[in-house]
Structure formats: C-alpha cells, structure tokens
C-alpha cells in the first residue's frame, strides 16, 4: 500500500504500472494555502492494476485544483479511482478526473468516482471527471455525487439525542471514514477529522 | 437550377414573398447583411439587429474547445436567400446511398420525390388549412419567422434575441446576422396544442434553410410540442448549417422541441439551443444527430423560476467520416429546479461522438437536483467515443448525480442472440437499437420506426 | 410433428482458451421425444457441455458432435440455432431495449425464412406466457434487464415453447424457482417432450427431476461421464450423494 499527501502547491506524483504489477495507493490532499495537485497513473504493461483511494479537503477560504489520469496503454489493464471530497464555508475544488484508454490498451476495464459534501452556504465543487477512449473492447465507467447531508440521518441522530451540530460532524465522519481508515499514521488520521469544519 | 417550381415549406398559405432568390457575391459583408434585410422589407428594428449583431460577428473569435472548425472558411459561402435548402434537381442526380436509404427505410414514393426536390407539388395544402383553423381559433401564432416578424412584431421584438443574444457565441453572431426561414409560435395561456406541430410538415421540415431561426413562446399553462428534421438523409449542397432556438417556457407551461437531423455528410450543423424555463414550467428536448460530417449542438435550459424543469433526450450516431459533439447544459438558477440529461450515443466505422455537457447549480437553487447519464456504444476498433462534462455546483443542499459509461457490444449479449439463430449482424442492430430505446421511445411514432430501420441498414453496413 | 431425431457427443474434449481441461472424452447419446437428465457436482462441467453444444467461442473442442449424424462442431451458433439446438441459460444475460416479443419475432424469421403472421406469434407468446405464470408486462421490456432469477427461466421456457426447437438444453432450470413456479416450469418441459422435442436438463439437484419422468440419467464427475442409468439412478444419488457411486 502507497500513501501520499498532497500539501504543498504544485505537487506532482506520478506512478508507472509494468506488466502483471498492481499499485494500490491512499492520497490526502490539502493545504494552508490555495493549491493545485495532479496524479498520474500509467498502466504501462499488460495486466497491470491500479487501485487508489483519495480525499481532498481544502481548509476554509482556500481552492484546491486536483488533476487525476488514469492512463491505459497496454491491454487487460484496470484502474479503480475514488475522490472524495469535503468542501468547507467558503471554499472550493476544481477536480478534473481523466481515464484515456489508447488505441492499443483493449479488454481494459477502468472506474473513476467523485463524491462530494459541501458544508457551506459557500461552499463549491467544479468537477470534470473526461472519458477519452480509443479502442471499443473495453468497460469504461465514471460517475460524480453532490449531496446533501441527508436530513433523515440529522434527524435520526438527534431523535437519540444527540445535538444536531454534533450529528452533523458524525455524518460527515461516516463520510470519510473509509478513506481515513487507510492511513496508518494516526496523528495524520486525527488531523483529518479536525480538518473538517462544519458551519 | 430555377427554384420557383420547388414548393416552399410555408407555401400553403404561410407567406410568398420570398420565394425568389437573391444571389449575391461570395462572403460576407455589411452591405450584403443590408440587402438581405432590405429584400426581405424588414422594420427598421431588425435591421439594426442584423447590424450590431454582425459587428458582433467579425470581433468573436471561433470557439477554443471543440473539434476544429479550421477548415471552415465565411468567404467561402453565399449568404444569399433562399426559400429551401438545394437540392439535387432530378431523381438521378441524387446520391445513390440516398436513393438506396429511402427504399430500405421505407419513404413512401410521393414523398421520395418531394425529399429529392424532383416532385413540384405536395397534396397536403387541404391538411395544412384545416390544422391551421383549429390552431387560429385557439389564438396559436405559428407562422414563418420572416412573416413573423413583419406580422407581430411588438411580441416578436419583446423576445427576438433575448435568451441567445449575438454576444453568445460567433454562430449565434452569424444567425443573427443573416437568419432566414424558421418558425415563429405562440401559444397563449392555458391553450394546449395537442397535434405536434410541424408533424404534417414532416416532409417539408426536412428541407432546412441553412440560418434558420426559431422562436417559440409558451405563455403560462400552455402546451406545444415542436418536432422538425427527418430521419432520411437529406442531401444539401452546402455546407454550413448554424441554427438558433429560442424558447421561452413561461408559469406552469411545457414545450416538447423534437429535432431529428441527418444532413449528408459534407455539412457543418452548427447551432445553439436554449429555453428559458419560469417558475413549474417545463422543457422537454429530444434531440436525435445521425447525419452531417460535423455537429456541435447543446441543447440548454435555463431554470429560472421555482420548480422548473428541464430534462434533454439526446441520441447521436456518428459513422466513417463523422463528429458528433453534442450533449446538453442545464443551469438552475431557482430552488428545487430538476433536471435530466440522458444522451445515448453509438460510433462506427472511424466515426467519433463526443458527450459535451454541464450541469451548473448556482448558490441559492436550495433543494435543486441534477442528474446525467450518458452512455456510449463503440461498435469497432477504429472508432473513438469522448465525454467531457462538467458539474458546478454551489449550493450545499442539492444534489448532482453524473453516470457515463463506454463499452462496445457485449459478447454475452451477441452470442446469447445468436444462439437463437439470429445473424450476428442482426443481432448487432437489435441490440444497437434496444441501447437507444428509452429515447426512442419519446419520439413520434413515424420517426422512431424510421430510426430503428435507419440504425439497422448501417449496422449492416449496406448504406454509406 | 418433429421427426425423430439423435444428438450424438463423440469423445469430445473441452478446455478453454488459455488450456484448461474441463471434459475429457465425453461420449453422450440423446434422441427426440425423451428426457435426458445430466448430472454431477458442482466443477463436473456440466455447464460447460451446454455451451460446448452451442457453439461457445471460448472453449476449443476436440471431438465429434453430430445432429442426425451430421458433423456440427464447425458450425457457428446461429447455424446450430437453425439445425434446431436450443439452450436455455442458467444466467441468461440481459438485453436493456431489446423485448422477448422483438426476439422471438426475429428468431422466428431467421428460423422459417419467410415472414411468420406477426399476429399469431404474438398469440402463441401470450398463451404460454399466461400458462407459465409470466408477468405479461415483462414480455415487452428488455429481456431479463431486471428480472427476479425465477422470471428469467420462465422466459427461457417460454422461447423454446414457442421456437419448437429438435432439442433444448435447460442448464439448471431449477435453481431459483419456488414450488409453484417449479411446477409450471414442469408442466411446459413436459409438453415440449411430448411434441417430440427432445430434452436435456442439467441440474445437480433431483427437484425438477421429481415432477418430470426422467427416460436416461447421465452423471458427470470432474469432467468425465461417470454413471449412466435410469431415472432410478436419482433416486440413488439423492440417498447416497455423488460420493456414493
């Protein structure tokens, strides 16, 4: 397992997959001042595999552009790519995701999610999640969420008594939890869930 | 070629004046905006229009995103006026692969020959006069834009130009400057138009002007389905087509806009649609690309008003030696606005489809919702399929869901078909067609079977 | 009325594309108007003889198969879909848009060669369809494009009910169906046999078996016949379990 942290501005990663090799990797991104991250994942071999998990969290008052490709060029080549996103009072992301798949890169199968809370009345999300495919036998799947926090939950919590600030923190939690999890570093874990302000 | 004996779409009543042509030197200037304007006996405040929207025009640069329209060259067209689109003059003139598509697809002989240009008359004149009763005595405007304009013109000033101004973009610069031809429709309040209009000119719809302008106001709690284009290749001598829409969708009052184009394959299809949609009005777009060597069309809604609704059915098909780039762009300005884009797109043979969209929820649409879908069947190897959306969303209590998926014809799926004994290239059209169904499915029966056919005959190959 | 007919596998070998053996010198015999029960655990590859069967371009064979003592291996599918084979799925795939009613009228097209009354067809699928119990809702959507497991094997029926195939193939037409349905799927296989069709069914549990009298019972095991017999051989299994033969 890989970990990354994208915390200054400008940072670039980029990960070569050779042949039968597999890239499993956990990314944080965030920073005390506005920043722009990009990834890259190039499946250069033949039955290479990429599974990467990622939150980006901008702090209030800042904007993270994170850039992310998912690139094909050999066959029976497969990527997974979930981004979630927790966007404070405020603040932005700009997240372009792109998955090419080349002429060459056939029986390749490729995922890309983008899920994203806003917290803020000011809060915004501009997400571009490009499909670029050249070659047809191929599966290709790519999706983005905005949601709401959903007010059932708010309500269920609180029937427990629980207040409804507190219920908030806990559904946004419950969001990230599964990424934060990843990461063994427990004082960056703490961070994480302190980075999360709520209005 | 003397056009005088070709009917013109509005001749059974809708206007004369125009039937001749003016020729004019190649390019475009000011003068020629002038002469255009001048043959045509416009009021002085379309003139004008035509003028600031040509300035417009020459200081807009071409779009930077977007298949490259560099060989796209303004001198080299006539902006002259023209009833209808050219045509071949006689039967043998036209196209075989035209000639073989409206067998195969099943063109009834009369309006073969009307589609050709060949036949000079059309026996619909009794149809049109009746629907054309019923509609006046409901107090429905619907006329050709040029008589629009000189007919109505306080109600076509107050919306002319409002939802797409020339500063849109250089196209919408362009029509403005030189449109011609179009429809004009009003429906006023609470009247519901239940004969999709245009359906009895279904033959005569196809044959487009190439700056056609269109204009349609629903007034509130009105209904109007609009429906143009044909399923059948149309062949057209010249190469840049660059319409504008303008729908204003007022309280509580729905429109269906219903375009299904298939130009032949040396045409630019350049155009911009947009419908503004007021409080609980909706906006219903199916828009169906199968021909033209290059389309860039996003049909757009503009939720203004608490609860409106838009929602765009898109289906593209792009073969050797096509681009589609089309998609749809909704923007929700109110609170609980919905909106649906589906866009089902299948490539072949070399061809490309791009899905261009975006679906923008503006701080203060509390409760607004937004989802896309948009799938893409890549039949071969040579083919490519893009999609390139995006989604901006500033308000924290709406939500946005976006699906797209790429994939070819499944094997499963092929050979499941097969085992029941049919031909692999059938089964290939039968599933090409089970993939578009859901939008199909919207559209007026005559098209839809005329598309499942069309869709057939090229997955087999036997057309172009 | 079918005339009668054998499907004869001759020591066939499967194994798939990379090279994995999965029957090894399979020799099975079956005539029309009689029902065939082809047995075995889990991984016997069972299954895998039905696809062999029709035609399946994942799996390379060695062997014979022939319908009416004519070589079938090199046909394509659709082929041996016209010489009268029929498989009905354990998981059939789903077909978003495309209507059992727009599959059986293309089928019955290739299948005839000339245009079948489209009226009549559709009569004859809404009789079956009602006698096996199906949704008649379901037979306009697309074909098991959200359909519950049940439902799925009723459709498959209800294809070869109407197609009027020389032989079907059910690969494990039971699993999924409660005892109602179980029934109904009993009752249809039955009068398939009766109008001469004949029919293998695949299945490793002796439910189905119960409602349909068995004429000759065939057990695989690890890719090899094992066991032939009558439907009395069931009666043994169910006791004794594959262990026990």
Not at chain 2, 202 to 212: D, T, V
Request: some cysteine.
């Amino acid at each position: 397992m890989e970990y990354l942290l994208f915390n200054e501005h400008l940072k670039q990663k980029r990960y070569v997959i050779l042949k039968g090799r597999m890239l499993k990797l956990v990314f944080f991104a965030s920073a005390a001042t506005s920043c722009a991250f990009d990834l890259e994942i190039i499946l250069k071999g033949k039955d290479s595999t990429a599974e990467v998990v990622g939150l980006v969290i901008p702090k209030p008052n800042t904007t993270i552009v994170m850039h992310t490709h998912q690139i094909h060029e050999y066959s029976h080549t497969k990527s997974t790519l979930l981004v979630k996103t927790v966007i404070p009072d405020k603040s932005m992301v700009t997240y372009e995701g792109t998955i090419r798949i080349e002429k060459n890169a056939f029986q390749s199968d490729a995922y890309q999610k983008n899920e994203t809370m806003l917290l803020g009345d000011t809060a915004r999300i501009h997400t571009s999640p490009i499909l670029e495919i050249l070659n047809h036998d191929v599966k290709c799947t790519h999706g983005a969420t905005s949601k709401p926090i959903p007010e059932e939950e708010l309500l269920y919590l609180q029937s427990r008594g629980i207040s409804q600030h507190q219920a908030h923190k806990m559904i946004v939690r419950g969001f990230i939890d599964d990424i934060v999890s990843q990461f063994p570093d427990s004082n960056l874990r703490i961070n994480m869930y302190n980075d999360i302000h709520l209005v | 070629m003397n056009t005088a004996f070709l009917p013109h779409p509005y001749a059974f009543g809708f206007h004369t004046a125009d039937v001749h042509t003016y020729k004019s030197r190649k390019g475009l200037t000011q003068a020629i905006v002038l002469d255009i304007s001048f043959q045509k006996k416009e009021p002085t405040w379309m003139r004008e229009f035509r003028l600031k929207s040509f300035a417009v025009f020459l200081k807009k640069s071409m779009p930077l995103w977007g298949p490259s329209l560099s060989s796209l060259t303004f001198d080299d067209f006539y902006y002259y006026l023209k009833p209808i689109e050219s045509q071949a003059a006689t039967w043998e003139k036209l196209p075989k692969d035209i000639k073989e598509t409206y067998d195969k697809i099943g063109i009834p002989e009369m309006e073969k020959k009307f589609l050709s240009g060949v036949s000079a008359q059309y026996e619909s004149e009794v149809v049109y006069k009746s629907v054309q009763k019923t509609l006046t005595k409901k107090g429905v405007i619907f006329l050709d834009m040029d008589s629009a304009v000189r007919e109505y013109p306080e109600l076509v000033r107050k919306y002319f130009g409002t939802v797409i101004p020339a500063g849109d973009n250089k196209f919408a610069a362009l029509n403005s400057s030189v449109w011609s031809g179009g429809s004009f429709i009003y429906v006023p309040k609470g009247v519901k138009v239940e004969l999709p209009l245009q359906a009895y000119f279904r033959i005569n719809a196809a044959r487009m002007g190439q700056f056609e302008r269109t204009l349609i106001i629903a007034d509130e709690g009105s209904f109007v389905h609009y429906s143009e284009g044909c399923t059948a290749p149309i062949y057209s001598t010249d190469s840049l087509h660059s319409a504008v829409v303008e729908i204003i969708v007022k309280k509580g009052a729905r429109v269906r806009y219903t375009t299904v184009q298939n130009w032949s394959t040396n045409v630019y299809n350049l155009v911009t649609k947009r419908a503004w949609v007021e409080e609980e009005g909706t906006m219903e777009w199916v828009d169906c690309n199968l021909g033209s060597k290059l389309t860039m069309k996003y049909p757009s809604m503009y939720l203004v008003g608490r609860k409106a609704r838009g929602q765009v059915l898109s289906i593209a098909y792009a073969g050797a030696g096509q681009i589609q780039d089309a998609g749809a762009k909704a923007i929700h300005i109110a609170p609980e606005t919905t909106s649906e884009i589906i866009s089902k797109s299948i490539v072949r043979d070399g061809g490309r489809t791009s899905y261009r969209g975006m679906a923008k929820i503006l701080h203060g649409a509390k409760g607004a919702k937004s989802r896309v879908v948009c799938d893409a069947l890549i039949i071969d190897k040579d083919s490519r399929s893009d999609t390139y959306p995006v989604m901006d969303i500033q308000e924290k209590t709406a939500s946005m869901e976006h699906e797209a998926t790429v994939s070819k014809i499944s094997d499963e799926q092929l050979l499941y078909l097969t085992s029941r004994g049919i031909a692999s290239k059938e089964a290939q059209s039968m599933i090409a067609n089970g993939f578009i169904e859901p939008i199909v499915k919207e559209l007026p029966l005559e098209y839809a079977v005329e598309l499942n056919r069309l869709i057939r005959l090229q997955m087999q190959g036997s057309v172009g | 009325m079918v005339k009668k007919s054998t499907l004869t596998i001759s020591h066939l070998s499967a194994a798939t594309q990379a090279g994995m053996e999965i029957l090894h010198d399979v020799s099975l015999s079956f005539a029309s108007s009689k029902v065939y029960a082809v047995m075995g655990p889990n991984g016997s590859g069972k299954s895998t003889l039905a696809h062999v069967l029709m035609g399946n371009p994942e799996y390379k064979i060695k062997g014979q198969l022939l319908l009416n003592r004519k070589n079938i291996e090199k046909l394509s599918t659709e082929e041996r879909a016209r010489h009268g084979l029929f498989l009905s799925y354990q998981s059939p795939v789903a077909i978003p848009g495309v209507s059992v009613v727009n599959l059986l009228r293309t089928a019955t097209d290739s299948l005839h060669g000339k245009k079948v009354s489209l009226s009549h067809l559709i009569k004859q699928i809404h009789t079956y369809a009602k006698e096996l119990r199906i949704d008649p809702t379901l037979l306009e959507r697309g074909i098991h494009d959200g359909f519950s497991g049940g439902e799925r094997k009723k459709i498959e029926l209800l294809q070869a009910l109407v197609l009027k195939p020389t032989f079907v193939i059910f690969d494990e037409i039971d699993t999924g169906l409660d005892v109602d349905a179980l029934r109904v799927v009993a009752k249809g296989i039955n009068v398939l046999k009766e109008n001469g069709t004949g029919v293998v069914m695949i299945t490793h549990y002796k439910r189905l078996l119960s409602y349909i009298p068995v004429d000759v019972v065939y057990v695989l095991s690890k890719g090899k016949v094992v066991k032939t017999g009558d439907r009395k051989l069931v009666t043994v299994i169910e006791r004794k379990g594959y262990t026990g033969l």
